[in-house]
């Protein structure tokens, strides 16, 4: 039986150190269908603020500096 091999608490991770959000970067949030992506007012960076991810994908395709992923459960794949 094949094992994982990370585990995360959200699904959507994003990298703070690649994340351009700061700078004026929302791609991430904006290609987001269900709205669950926001730029922190305390760091300036992009974060998953609800956890209702359909897996879609396109904030991790998207993003320019390729700070965002997205882990699919196991049983999704």
Not at 12 to 38: F, M, S
Request: charged fraction near 20%; aromatic fraction near 6%.
């Amino acid at each position: 039986m094949p094992l994982a091999q990370q585990s995360s608490s959200v699904p959507v991770v994003v990298d703070d150190d690649k994340c351009i959000a700061d700078k004026g970067c929302t791609v991430c949030v904006d290609v987001c269908p269900l709205d669950v992506l926001r730029i922190s007012d305390q760091t300036g960076k992009a974060f998953m603020k609800y956890d209702e991810c359909w897996y879609c994908m396109p904030c991790e395709a998207d993003c320019p500096t390729g700070a965002v992923s997205v882990h699919i459960p196991f049983l999704l794949r």
